[in-house]
């Protein structure tokens, strides 16, 4: 595309996945447009979701969430920490590439005006799309919330929305529609449960109060974790960067003798903004984008693509499937003393090298080797993995080999390419939530005051480390899912392999809930453990179910 926009909808609805779902997925019906992420939180009840595309099918995909919105949210039954007017609040629209800020307000205009017209919910314009000034900032607009426009409305003629009537629609309230530059949605979680902190830090960091330009700040109570939080919008990352921000909220903290337990992104970021953090913590005297390997990795590969150079084989339409992310270095090194000794040429192990010389026992060696990483988790990730590289084989050879079904297969590998990328990604994760377990039982423990933090600390990194299991047990469902789809379209003598990715799958599901649910054992808070264990269950049922639908079309192809 030449032409790109972002747009990241808030939703007020942030603890139902499935009414999410459908939004998400009414969003991605649009040609041309990608859902990027989506981001829920349970306290503030909101959701996030990003998504771009082209500007005509943007503004498609808008309308459609907010209609499904408008049939799944009813803002009268809504309760949460994070102030809204609507079912879906805010609807920015952020200009990427081939775009302007004008293109945008247009396209931002243009949404408001049909959402007013055809779903009777009233529009206010915000940011560089306002068409007064007292609205550009939203905080103006979402002055007193919905309970409080549901009378102003149609009382206070300063309220009169820019499109639709007077009044609020009884269930999906107002919205406020806008055009702005990328932003970062970032939050700070304090170590304590005193909201007044919270308030005094967010007043003493955002810009309106004296604090830090472009930056607004609010203070959330964070009742399920037992947390406050400092909820930011960084307006200018460039001018006020990322780093300053965490410098003076920790800062600010450290005065009231509290610790800073995390923080967290709504959304996405742009990759500048983590630059500039690298940068000044790391003190690098020669720090550029250049010195990133992925981007000159890219570099080279869109220079390739504009030009292969003579004598190298052109990019292929039908692409294999990607070598697995290099596994030895993140989930542990053999030191250097306990390496084997090298052996000469010609004296390699029997079945210690694959037909194309990548040694295959290395991440074998780590496992067995004692290390406290890769465990149980990681093991369940990589056996996802390679489920989802049997079925890419699949559709590589059903590419070449059944034209009809290439336009299926090719869709089908690309979703296996990603559920396989992710699934390495949690093996990394996996032990980084480790880690961080471990971090929090080594907090100091000589005051009530750090006991009682160091408490909250360790039910708080167990849960997150909960989130990893469940992601691998959802990817191997979908991988279960996606072998069976191509059950239908592949080769017969391909049912082989697909059980066998599908037994793969179903170990990787089994491996991914049994350490659900030991993690589970050590926290207590009963409301998070009887949802997790919930969604653990049903993941494990959708996969024993299509595991056994896939071996049965095997014996019945060939019996036993």
Do not use: W
């Amino acid at each position: 595309m030449n032409k790109i926009v972002e747009c990241i909808p808030n939703f007020s609805e942030g603890r139902d996945e499935a009414k999410l779902g459908l939004i998400a997925r009414a969003i991605a019906s649009i040609p041309n447009v990608a859902v990027l992420d989506l981001h829920m939180d349970g306290d503030h009840n909101r959701s996030v979701i990003t998504f771009a595309g082209d500007p005509e099918g943007v503004v498609e995909a808008a309308v459609r969430a907010a209609e499904t919105a408008v049939e799944l949210i009813d803002l009268n039954q809504h309760l949460g920490e994070h102030p809204r007017i609507g079912a879906l609040d805010v609807l920015p629209f952020v200009p990427i590439r081939g775009v302007t800020m004008t293109d945008c307000v247009a396209l931002a205009r243009r949404a408001g005006e049909r959402i007013a017209r055809t779903l009777r919910i009233p529009v206010y314009l915000y940011e560089a799309a306002a068409m007064r000034p007292d609205r550009e900032d939203l905080a103006n607009i979402r002055r007193g919330e919905f309970e409080s426009l549901r009378r102003e409305i149609e009382e206070l003629p300063d309220r009169a929305p820019d499109f639709g009537e007077r009044r609020v629609h009884p269930t999906a309230g107002a919205m406020a529609i806008g055009a702005r530059p990328p932003l970062i949605a970032y939050n700070i979680n304090l170590a304590t449960e005193d909201l007044s902190v919270a308030k005094r830090i967010a007043r003493a960091v955002r810009g309106s109060s004296g604090g830090l330009q472009y930056v607004k700040a609010l203070a959330m109570d964070l009742k399920n974790r037992r947390q406050v939080q400092v909820s930011m919008n960084l307006t200018d990352y460039e001018l006020t960067p990322l780093f300053r921000v965490f410098e003076m909220v920790r800062r600010e903290a450290d005065r009231y003798g509290v610790r800073v337990a995390g923080s967290e992104l709504v959304g996405l970021i742009p990759q500048a903004a983590l630059n500039a953090c690298t940068d000044f913590y790391l003190r690098f005297e020669n720090f550029s984008e250049d010195s990133v390997l992925e981007n000159r990795l890219q570099a080279e590969l869109d220079a390739f693509r504009a030009a292969p150079f003579s004598g190298r084989p052109a990019l292929e339409e039908r692409r294999p499937m990607a070598r697995p992310l290099p596994l030895t270095e993140p989930v542990g090194v053999v030191e250097e003393e306990e390496a084997p000794e090298e052996m000469a040429e010609g004296e390699e192990e029997a079945g210690s090298v694959a037909m194309d010389g990548t040694p295959i026992a290395t991440y074998a060696d780590v496992i067995a080797s004692g290390a406290q990483t890769p465990d149980g988790v990681s093991i369940a990730a990589y056996a996802g993995a390679l489920a989802a590289s049997l079925g890419g084989m699949l559709c590589n050879l059903t590419i070449g080999q059944r034209p009809a079904a290439e336009k299926e297969a090719s869709a089908m590998l690309d979703q296996l390419d990603e559920l396989r990328t992710d699934l390495y990604r949690a093996i990394n994760e996996d032990a980084e939530t480790r880690e961080l377990v471990l971090d929090a039982i080594s907090l100091s423990q000589e005051s009530e005051g750090e006991i009682l933090a160091r408490t909250f600390a360790i039910e708080q990194a167990t849960k997150n480390a909960v989130a990893i299991p469940l992601r691998v047990a959802e990817n191997a469902v979908e991988v279960l899912e996606l072998l069976k789809e191509l059950t239908e379209i592949c080769n017969p003598s391909g049912l082989a392999d697909l059980a066998t990715g599908a037994q793969l799958a179903m170990a990787a599901i089994r491996g991914a809930v049994y350490n659900t649910f030991a993690n589970l054992s050590a926290i207590q808070d009963e409301d998070f453990n009887q949802d997790r264990r919930g969604q653990a269950a049903e993941l494990y049922t959708r996969g024993r179910a299509v595991t056994d639908e896939i071996e049965a079309l095997f014996f019945r192809a060939f019996p036993r």
